[in-house]
């Protein structure tokens, strides 16, 4: 099974901008309580679009440049990305179905 990928300052525009697929970014960090709610439903995610999309994770302690790219403000942030573009996102510990619903629309669209 298919784990989120680890997102960085560096690799960023490889994984995310440049990804042919939908993408999930779940901006976190260890210190945030309901980042650790929501991280092993990104796990889940992962795993269950393996193939279809990309799901990653950006701990925003140790990669700053992208977080502030993006205006991440509150965490978790998780952010879909599609075509190199930010298309959507959610702010706070949203239920699984609410995440997948809004994955499942970047699929519908590709």
Known sequence: MANAIEITDANFEEVVLNSDKPVLV?????????????GPVVEEIAGEYDGQAVVGKVDVDANP??????????IPALLYF?????????????????????????????
């Open 26 to 38: 779940d901006f976190w960090a260890a210190w945030c309580g309901p980042c650790r709610m929501v």
């Open 82 to 110: 599609k075509g190199g573009e930010k298309v959507d996102g959610v702010v706070g510990a949203v239920p699984k179905g609410m995440l997948t619903s809004k994955l499942d629309e970047q699929l519908a669209d590709a």
């Open 65 to 74: 440049e992208i977080s502030i790219k993006y205006g991440i403000r509150s």
